[in-house]
């Protein structure tokens, strides 16, 4: 049996998930890829970090998350090291990289990924970051290199984006996307006219797992704006980070915008764009717009999301992602590994 070593760069929200499905699946993951999938190293901010070369036990890791928020020692070495120096010397096969987003640079995440392909691991990022800040630069390192760098959850969970467009797509030019790809802004903007305040959808969604640990980084735009990055730079070959996404909030959005938009068969979505220009340079937009109350956007409701594909080929694709959880984020990271596994070569240890 084939055996692969992740190193979980985050234990939050998404990487908590992710090691509740390798439990979950553990059995048919062997069944079906011949492979052994081992945790060897998992690092947080203030949770301590772990490292076990023999494979962390994850169910206990988990138990300790929820019984007292902190690794317990037995567990493994409770290692005081940075997660880039985890990222830097563990021997792992897989880096996970699940870190919160830093906007306006990337970097910790882009670190940690730098670091595995220089040294010949795969990489799969949950984190926006790294494919915003430095798509071509970390694809081209996992060229050199002999490995994957792959991202699918960054956008709409594991719905398959990348996936299709990669595996199903092949020799089609995509030339636009619209979406609606902040599950965050949509659920506020849909429940604001219901009456509730933004403070207690804050709050709930914090509590629920689909606002990030910074609010401002949904209400201000800017997880949306790293999307548009992100997709702007797989799908359309442009070259943009995300402070060049031209970037409106929600913030200034009052429940009486809400309701004077419904009045006038109107409904308020915060619509992302990337386009190209008319001299061709690939360019994105994110902000609330007024769309028809019968368009396919004014359905998307609470924590969808949904995406328009325009290609030369195949003409316009939609697809909706309905009311996700955590569970789908896990399954994007799930779906990436299981990339990696079919290409192993028999015999990899
Ligand atoms: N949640 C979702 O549904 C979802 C969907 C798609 C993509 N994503 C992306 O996945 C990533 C993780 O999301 P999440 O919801 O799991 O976030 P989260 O719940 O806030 O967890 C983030 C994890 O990263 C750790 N961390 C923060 N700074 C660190 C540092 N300097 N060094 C090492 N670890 C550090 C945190 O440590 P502590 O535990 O000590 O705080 C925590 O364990 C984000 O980039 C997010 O955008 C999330």
Not at 200 to 219: Q, T
Not at 306 to 320: H, P, Q
């Amino acid at each position: 049996m084939k055996e692969l070593k992740l190193a979980l760069m985050g234990f939050g929200n998404a990487g908590q998930a992710f090691a509740r499905m390798l439990l979950e699946k553990d059995e048919e993951i062997r069944r079906k890829y011949n492979t052994r999938v081992i945790v060897v190293a998992i690092t947080t901010k203030t949770r301590g970090n772990l490292v076990d070369g023999w494979g962390i036990d994850l169910e206990k890791a988990l138990k300790n998350m929820e019984n007292s928020g902190r690794f317990d020692k037995i567990l493994g070495t409770l290692e005081n090291a940075t997660s880039q120096t985890i990222a830097d010397t563990v021997n792992y096969d897989v880096l996970v990289e699940m870190t919160p987003l830093e906007f306006t640079s990337g970097k910790m995440a882009t670190d940690h990924i730098r670091s595995a392909l220089r040294r010949g691991r795969h990489a799969i990022s949950a984190n926006k970051g790294p494919v915003a800040w430095a798509y071509k630069e970390l694809t081209q390192l996992a060229a050199e290199n002999d490995c994957r760098f792959l991202y699918e959850t960054t956008i709409m969970d594991g719905t398959p984006i990348f996936n299709m467009t990669r595996n199903a797509l092949k020799l089609c030019q995509v030339t636009e996307v619209t979406g609606i790809l902040n599950s965050a802004t949509n659920y506020i903007l849909c429940e604001l006219a219901k009456g509730r305040t933004k403070e207690e959808l804050v709050a709930e969604g914090k509590k629920r797992g689909f606002i990030e640990a910074n609010p401002a980084m949904d209400v201000d735009g800017y997880d949306a704006a790293a999307k548009v990055a992100v997709i702007a730079n797989v799908l359309m070959e442009g070259d943009l980070t995300p402070t060049d996404v031209e970037r409106t909030g929600i913030r200034d959005i009052t429940r009486e915008d809400v309701e004077k938009a419904t009045a006038g068969d109107k409904v308020i979505k915060v619509m992302c764009r990337a386009y190209r220009d008319e001299n061709g340079k690939v360019c994105g937009t994110v902000g609330p717009e007024e769309v028809d109350k019968d368009s396919i956007y004014a359905s998307i409701e609470g924590t969808s999301s949904i995406i328009t594909i325009k290609t030369d080929l195949m003409g316009t694709l939609t697809i909706i992602e309905e009311a996700p959880e955590v569970q789908q984020t896990a399954y994007g990271i799930l779906a990436d590994l299981m990339t990696i596994m079919k290409a192993l070569p028999e015999g990899a240890k």
